[in-house]
DNA sequence: ATGCCTGAA
DNA sequence: GACCTTCAGGCAT
C-alpha cells in the first residue's frame, strides 16, 4: 500500500534521517502508531520551507558529512588490519567485564503512565476516551491522542495537523507536583533513598526492603504498585533489573528481567541503540553508519570500535552490550548544582533596543532564581539564537563572586552582547556558572577535594536559619581562597562591591562599544568576541547580509566543524559517589560497587588500571600495524588516562 | 577559559 | 502562520 521511499512521499526528497530528525527525540514510545512513515511525513509537511526546517536540514547535512568522514577514517583505520586479532583482544576485555559483573541489587525504575494526561482525566472524567493532550511548551498526550503519532515535546500546530478533533487542555504543573509528591512519599516507604529523576519517573534500590520484608521483587513492586493506584488513582509501570539501565528499559507494566547474564545478554541483544542513555538521534546516526543498530550489534563491530575509540568509546559500549550499568541509586544530591540561567524565545526581532529589553527582562528572571534559590557564581554566560536558528554563546568570568542584581546581570550580559551586533535573534539568554551555594556556609567549595569527607559529616547542618551572610566569615573559609581576594563573605561582598568593583574595567558603567575592536585591547575584556569578528566586520560585508551569521568561526560559514562525535558516553558508565557514611565504594573504572576499605578499593582500582593498560596495548598493536597518519595528533593516549583517582588512591 | 555540541526530561 | 526550557557534561582550542 504505501508508496516506499523510492517514490518521494514528500514533494521534494527529504532524507530519511531528516524525516525522523523533524520527527523528534521520543520516537518509539509506548503507544505509537504503526505507521511511522506517514506521520513523520506529515510533520515533514508540516513545517517545510520555515526557517526550522532550513536549519534541521543544515543540521542533518553536516552531520552527513561527518558521518562520510568517519566511514573514511573507519577504511583507513581497518586497512591492512588483522581484525581476528583485534578482536581476540576486545574478547578478553569483555571477558574481564563479565567477571565484574554485579547482579546483587534489586534496581527498580517505576515511571508513571502518560502522567499528565492521567492527573487531568482524574480531574475531569469528561475527557475520558477523548483524544487530549496537555499542552504547555512540551506535549503530553493521552494513550488515545499518542495512537495519532502525537508525541511529548511536539509543538501544538502539528499536534492539530495529525489530530485535528485533538483536545487540547492546559498545563496545571502545581497539580501534577502535588500528585508527585504523593506518589514519591509512597515510594520512599520501600526506599528512603530513592531517586526521583523527574515528576513522574524514578530509581529504587529495593534489596534492603525485600529482605526485610522477605519478599520477592516482582511481590514487593507489585505491592507499591497496588499502592499508588489505591492512593492516587493513577498507575504506574516498573521495570525489575540489576542496574538502571536494564530497569529503564520495560515494557508496560510490570516486567522483571532475570539476574543471570544470559537472561541480560539475551535482553541487550535485539535493543535499539537508541534505548541507551547517551544514544540520542546523533549518536544513533553515527552507529548506524557502521553497522550498529542493536546493542547486539556492537559485538560484531567490536574490532571495529576498538580501533575508532576516540570516536565511539568502547569501554561504554562494551558494557552496554553486555548490559552492564551503574546500580547506585541515591537521592538528587542536595545542591550539586552546576549552573542556573534562564532564557526565552520570541519572535524574531533585530532592533538593539527590543533586544536588550528582552536581555533585560532575561536578567530580571535569572536574579530571581539566583537569589531564590541562594546561589552566586564567577561567570556569565550569554547565549542568544538567530532567527536562523544559530545558536551561539559569549562568556565571561570574573575573579570574584558576582552579584546577582539584575542591574549587574543585564550588565554584564550587554557587554557580552553588544559587539555582535547587528543581530536579529529569536531567543537569548544568560546563564551563571561556577557556583557558589550561599546556603552552606563554609565546608562546600567546588574544588575543595575534602568536600566529600564534610558532607558525610555535616549532613544536615542544624542551622535552620540560612543567612547570606554568614555571621562568622572567620571561620567560614579557611584557606580556599589561593588568590588572597576575600572571599569569606560571598553574597555581602559581591553586592557591595558592585560598583567600586569596576574601577578599571567598564563593567557597569558604559560597555564603550566600538575602540576596542581594533588591536588595542583593553586587558581581556572582551576576549574571543571580537578576535573572528574583527575579521568579518573589516571585510565591510556589516551591512546588509552581516546579521546572517555572526562568524563564530574565522572565515567559513558554517560555525565550525569538529571531530568531537561520540560524546558524554565515557563519563555516564561510571556509577555515582556512594552515599554519606558508607564504606560503599563505586570503582570509577568497572563500575563495580563493593564494600571495603581503602586497602582493597585500591587493588582494585590497581585491578581495572591493568585491564585499561591490556586494552592500551591492544590498540596500539593495531594501531601500529594500521601504520600512520590515522592519529591526527600524535596522542596515543587510549583510555586509560581518565582518571585522576589513582592519585587520590595511592594515598 | 571559552565555545560548541549532544542529550535528557 | 513558523518547533521550548533548563541543565549537565564532553571535546577542542
Known amino acids: 500500500m504505501q508508496s516506499d521511499a523510492t517514490e518521494t512521499p514528500v514533494p521534494s526528497q527529504t532524507s530519511d534521517s531528516l524525516l525522523k530528525r523533524l520527527a523528534g527525540p521520543s520516537t518509539g514510545k509506548a503507544g505509537l502508531a504503526k505507521d511511522q512513515t506517514d506521520i ?20 542533518d547535512k553536516d552531520l552527513t558529512e561527518k558521518i562520510a568522514r568517519i566511514l573514511k577514517q573507519r577504511d583507513e583505520v581497518t586497512k591492512g588490519v588483522d581484525m581476528h586479532q583485534v578482536e581476540v583482544g576486545v574478547d578478553q576485555v569483555i571477558a574481564k567485564m563479565e567477571v565484574n559483573r554485579d547482579l546483587s541489587q534489586i534496581i527498580v525504575h517505576v515511571d508513571m503512565d502518560a502522567f499528565y494526561a492521567n492527573v487531568e482525566l482524574l480531574d475531569n472524567p469528561d475527557l475520558a476516551n477523548k483524544k487530549f493532550g496537555v499542552c504547555f511548551m512540551s506535549f503530553s498526550a493521552s494513550y488515545e491522542a499518542r495512537k495519532h503519532g502525537i508525541r511529548s515535546g511536539m509543538p501544538e500546530y502539528i499536534a492539530k495537523k495529525l489530530c485535528p478533533e485533538l483536545v487540547v487542555v492546559p498545563l496545571n504543573m502545581s497539580r501534577y507536583s502535588e500528585m508527585s509528591q504523593k506518589i514519591m512519599g509512597i515510594f520512599r516507604r520501600y526506599d528512603p533513598n530513592m531517586h526521583a529523576a523527574s515528576v513522574d519517573e524514578g530509581y529504587l534500590n529495593l534489596t534492603p526492603y525485600c529482605e526485610e520484608h522477605m519478599l520477592t521483587a516482582a511481590e514487593c513492586v507489585q505491592q507499591m504498585r497496588d499502592a499508588v493506584q489505591r492512593e492516587t488513582s493513577l498507575t504506574v509501570s516498573a521495570g525489575i533489573a540489576p542496574n538502571k539501565l536494564l530497569a529503564k528499559n520495560k515494557p508496560n507494566g510490570q516486567f522483571q528481567l532475570d539476574f543471570d547474564p544470559r537472561s541480560v545478554k539475551a535482553f541487550m541483544h535485539d535493543l535499539s541503540i537508541r534505548k541507551v542513555p547517551g544514544v540520542g538521534r546523533v549518536n544513533e546516526r553515527l552507529l548506524e553508519s557502521i553497522g550498529i543498530k542493536t546493542c547486539g550489534d556492537i559485538f560484531t563491530h567490536r574490532g571495529t570500535l576498538c580501533l575508532m575509540d576516540k570516536q565511539f568509546g568502547l569501554h561504554f559500549l562494551l558494557q552496554t552490550y553486555l548490559g552492564i550499568a551503574s546500580n547506585v541509586v ?32 532575561v536578567a530580571a528572571e535569572l536574579e530571581a532564581d539566583m537569589e531564590g534559590g541562594g546561589w552566586t557564581g564567577k561567570t556569565v554566560t550569554l547565549k542568544y539564537k538567530l532567527d536562523t536558528y544559530q545558536v551561539f554563546t559569549r562568556a565571561k568570568s570574573f575573579d570574584r563572586w558576582i552579584s546577582t542584581k539584575k542591574e549587574h546581570l543585564f550588565s554584564i550580559g550587554k ?13 537569548i539568554g544568560l546563564r551563571v556558572t561556577k557556583l557558589r551555594d550561599l546556603r552552606v556556609d563554609a565546608d562546600k567549595q567546588p574544588g575543595s577535594i575534602k568536600r566529600q569527607f564534610f558532607d558525610s559529616v555535616d549532613a544536615g547542618p542544624s542551622s535552620p536559619r540560612k543567612r547570606r551572610r554568614s555571621a562568622t566569615p572567620d571561620e567560614d573559609e579557611p584557606t580556599l581562597s589561593q588568590d588572597g581576594f576575600e572571599e569569606s563573605m560571598p553574597g555581602y561582598l559581591a553586592h557591595e562591591e558592585l560598583d567600586p568593583d569596576a574601577p578599571e574595567y567598564s563593567g557597569n558603567s558604559t560597555i564603550k562599544p566600538e575602540s576596542s575592536s581594533d588591536g588595542t585591547k583593553p586587558v581581556r575584556q572582551r576576549p574571543p568576541v571580537s578576535a573572528p569578528a574583527s ?51 563505586t570503582c570509577p ?28 596495548a591492544q590498540a596500539m598493536a593495531s594501531a601500529d600495524k594500521s601504520s600512520i597518519s590515522l592519529r591526527p595528533t600524535g596522542t596515543h593516549k587510549k583510555v586509560p588516562d581518565k582518571r585522576p583517582s589513582s592519585k587520590q588512591t595511592k594515598r
Do not use: W
Open 535 to 585: 575579521t568579518s566586520s573589516s571585510q565591510g560585508t556589516s551591512s546588509h547580509v552581516a546579521y546572517l551569521k555572526p562568524q563564530s568561526s574565522s572565515s567559513s560559514t558554517e560555525p565550525r566543524k569538529r571531530g568531537s562525535s561520540f560524546v558524554s558516553m565515557k563519563g555516564k558508565d561510571r556509577a555515582e559517589e556512594p552515599p554519606d557514611g558508607r564504606e560503599m565504594q
Open 40 to 59: 513523520n511525513r506529515v510533520i515533514a509537511e508540516a513545517s517545510k520551507g520555515s526557517k526550522f526546517y532550513e536549519n534541521e536540514k543544515r543540521k
Open 330 to 361: 541515591q537521592p538528587g544530591q542536595r545542591e550539586e548544582r552546576k549552573s542556573v540561567g534562564a532564557e526565552r524565545t520570541f519572535t524574531a526581532i533585530d532592533s538593539k533596543e527590543k533586544i536588550l529589553k528582552k536581555l533585560e527582562e
Open 589 to 616: 573504572l568497572c563500575s563495580k560497587i563493593m564494600q571495603v576499605d581503602n586497602r582493597d578499593f585500591n587493588a582494585h582500582i590497581d585491578f581495572c588500571l591493568s585491564k585499561g593498560a591490556i586494552r592500551e
Open 415 to 427: 557587554e557580552l552582547l553588544l559587539p555582535e551586533f547587528p543581530l536579529k535573534l529569536r531567543l
